[in-house]
């Protein structure tokens, strides 16, 4: 009897000993999940991070510029305000916007590309389109004298791109930008009040002579805080007195919306 029953407890520890190593894989397994799990949660992170960024960052860098000069506003080599705005290839703006958002805002592109070598404004005037929607960036000195907010040069032309634009049901958001060189001479106590003053005005002008629809206008001014080149050099603080006019993206047209219900 002794014996049988000293046989009967070796089987009963063999058939436990599977739990261990069976303990050990599930804990494995969990620690697998769990760090799956952790990477998820940042890149997750990570893209509400861009998300965030995206409606304040300013693009500098874009696969279609068109290229003129000095007006451009895209070179210099000094500081970019673009963060995860800095997409360059077509491939990614398609997947951000769509393919026929995009197509739609080239062909526009195109037309305005067109209208400004006609005019011969190719060295202070050139198009780009971000992730804010396609930009026809002007240098301040093609509309404005130096401290001034009436616009005093190339209002037809002003006029002929308002036209353009005014085919589009998208909102149009005006920026009006300026280098860090401290106001002298001038009714405007700052480059901020002079650069909101002069974004107004062509707001004003898109109204009163293009018959604009109000409610579609944005008026903005960064003054010199959002530069695209280097103020540094004469060409950068050039580049960086602009007027940004945006026909804004389909996102930022829902954003729109939203504020005014």
Known sequence: MSKKRKHAHQEEEAGEAWLL????LMTLLLAVFIVLFAVSK????????????????????????????????????????????????????ES???EYELKKLEALKV???N????????????TMIDMRGLVIRLNNAVLFESG????KKHEDTLIEVASILNTTDNYIRIEGHTDNTPIR???????????????????????????????????????EYKP???????????????????????KYNNLEEHQVK
């Not at 004003?204 to 903005?220: E, Q, T, Y």
């Not at 004469?234 to 945006?246: C, H, K, T």
Request: with cysteine.
């Open 21 to 24: 190593p069976y303990s050990d």
């Open 42 to 93: 940042i890149d997750a992170s990570k893209a509400q991070e861009m998300s965030e960024q995206f409606a304040a960052a300013n693009m500098d860098k874009n696969y279609t510029g068109n290229g003129s000069g000095s007006g451009s506003g895209g070179g210099g080599g000094g500081p970019q305000s673009g963060g995860p705005l800095n997409i360059e290839t077509k491939s990614e703006l």
């Open 96 to 98: 951000f916007f769509g």
């Open 111 to 113: 037309e305005l590309d």
């Open 115 to 126: 209208k400004i070598h006609s005019d011969g404004m190719d060295q202070s005037a050139s």
């Open 148 to 151: 001034s907010a009436e616009i």
């Open 185 to 223: 001479r001038s009714p405007y106590a700052s480059n901020w009040e002079l650069s909101t003053a002069r974004a107004v005005n062509v707001v004003k002008l898109f109204i009163n002579k293009c018959n604009f629809p109000p409610d579609k206008l944005i008026a903005v001014g960064y003054g």
């Open 228 to 250: 695209v080149a280097d103020n540094g050099t004469a060409e950068g603080r050039s580049s960086n007195r602009r007027i940004d006019v945006i026909v804004l993206s389909s």
